[in-house]
């Protein structure tokens, strides 16, 4: 489980919403995710369909959905109610770059990269969900390429075909919209 801990904790990090943020820490999502897990261990691997660290992932995802639902005020489950959470956590890749950290630099710099920053977020949110997913998932929780199929419930292949065109529609997009240089894109030239 230490393993595990400190990919869990940075992918709780970045999806917490504010508001759930205010009443629970990160940490207790972990650390409930492992009390879980230790009850449902042995069922996992009588079965083991995802990678480990994907599992997981999708037990602190799910204690998130509690953790909301418990202080956030949602009432008993209903259909309406489990699509509410569900897309809470869905909505949760446009919040990821909000928590970035800012590098040490110059006035004129902190400037330019911050509007970069709210240029790439607007970028982000102009994708379709599943080119968003697949950039998060990869470049902001640092999945790997297995970790990234199994989340997102196709091949590894499937996974590349669906990266390359995230990066490029994300690159047409900042191209168009926000007229970066060449140097400026995020794919390759």
Avoid: C
């Avoid at 919403?17 to 009850?39: C, G, W, Y």
């Avoid at 909301?68 to 956590?89: D, I, P, T, Y």
């Avoid at 630099?105 to 330019?112: H, L, N």
């Amino acid at each position: 489980m230490d393993a595990v801990r400190p990919r869990l904790l940075r992918m709780v990090n970045l999806r917490i919403s504010p508001q759930l943020n205010q009443r629970v820490d990160a940490e207790d999502i972990v650390q409930e995710t492992f009390v879980t897990a230790s009850k449902r261990f042995d069922e996992y691997l009588s079965q083991p369909k995802v990678p480990v660290y994907v599992w997981f992932r999708g037990l602190a995802i799910e204690r998130m959905i509690d953790a909301m639902r418990f202080h956030l005020g949602a009432g008993k489950r209903s259909v309406n109610r489990e699509e509410e959470a569900r897309h809470w956590v869905d909505q949760s890749t446009v919040n990821v770059l909000k928590k970035l950290p800012a590098d040490q630099k110059t006035p004129s710099q902190v400037i330019a990269d911050q509007q970069r920053s709210v240029e790439l977020k607007n970028a982000l949110q102009k994708l379709p969900d599943r080119y968003r997913d697949v950039l998060v998932l990869r470049f902001f929780e640092t999945l790997t390429l297995s970790e990234t199929a199994a989340t997102l419930e196709i091949t590894e292949s499937n996974t590349k075909v669906l990266q390359f065109r995230a990066i490029k529609k994300l690159e047409q997009i900042i191209t168009a919209d926000f007229n970066w240089q060449s140097e400026d894109r995020v794919g390759p030239s």
